[in-house]
């Protein structure tokens, strides 16, 4: 089943994958990781399958294995299934160190987006398991943010969807890893205004996205004119005005300057 209306996916994916690993690329100069992030999946792939059996650094060396062979492109059902085949053996070891964490997030990302037709209920078991088992660490809190997506975009009833998306609210509460906090916000306020839940809660999470603090220039755009529209609408005129001006200094604009320009406009006048 195909979710009606996702997040666009390289929003949350690319920078969150970034970040996560990057304490990775930190600790270890291997080159396989340094090819990856380049995008030189075949090149990295020869260097994690280099590792030598008796390494201390094995498991990472499989788990950078697995990461090269779902980077290979064209993508192959062979490539996808030696990668799931790694991932289970590394998460099914009794170790809960990064590489099984790690692991255990890849094969909820395998079902959900490098399998022919995702498989979402795999995709929420395996990163269900990482948000009940490891709450406080920084890859479960991303899953929660994957979790809480595809929570919200299931076909359900809108009172079940409203129960979800109280729930969810309350357990994002405990979210301390601000990439995380901030997508987590990012989802909730897409859902709520794409459900037409409440402009209040939108409104809401998109404050909690801004102050998580967002780096992406045009998402930085889109979320000040999304937070003016919804305070203007609500009645909240300074909090309107402030995020218009805040708009308005931002280093580059795009087609919505002339509108934010009348709002502020309108908003000044006594």
């Excluded at 409440?198 to 102050?211: T, V």
């Excluded at 998580?212 to 930085?220: D, E, L, V, Y």
């Excluded at 889109?222 to 005005?241: C, D, F, M, N, T």
Aim: contains cysteine.
């Amino acid at each position: 089943m195909q979710l009606p209306h996702p997040l666009k996916l390289s929003t949350l994916r690319f920078p969150l994958l970034l970040g996560l690993f990057a304490p990775l690329l930190h600790a270890s100069p291997d080159e396989g990781w340094h090819a990856l992030q380049e995008a030189r999946a075949r090149e990295a792939l020869v260097f994690f399958r280099a590792e030598p059996a008796t390494s201390p650094r094995l498991r990472e060396a499989r788990l950078g294995e697995a990461l090269a062979l779902l980077g290979l492109q064209p993508k192959t059902a062979g490539q996808v299934n030696e990668a799931r085949t790694i991932c289970t053996e590394l998460a099914s070891q009794d170790l809960a160190d990064t590489w099984t964490l790690q692991a255990t997030y890849q094969l909820a990302r395998i079902a959900e987006f490098h399998e022919t037709s995702p498989d979402h209920a795999t995709a929420l078991r395996y990163y269900s398991d990482l948000v009940e088992k490891h709450p406080r660490e920084q890859i479960a809190q991303t899953a929660f943010v994957r979790l809480a997506m595809l929570s919200l975009y299931a076909e359900q009833t809108p009172e079940e969807r409203l129960r979800r998306f109280a729930s969810l609210e309350a357990r994002g509460a405990a979210l301390d890893y601000r990439p995380a906090l901030r997508d987590f916000h990012l989802v909730m306020a897409d859902a709520g205004a794409f459900f037409n839940l409440s402009q209040e809660a939108s409104l809401r999470h998109l404050l909690g996205a801004w102050d998580a603090g967002i780096i992406q220039a045009m998402r930085r755009l889109s979320v000040l004119v999304r937070i003016g529209e919804l305070s203007r609408s609500l009645g909240l005129r300074e909090q309107a005005l402030r995020h218009y001006k805040l708009y308005e200094a931002e280093p580059r604009g795009d087609t919505r300057a002339g509108i934010v320009r009348a709002r502020i406009t309108e908003l000044s006048a006594p």
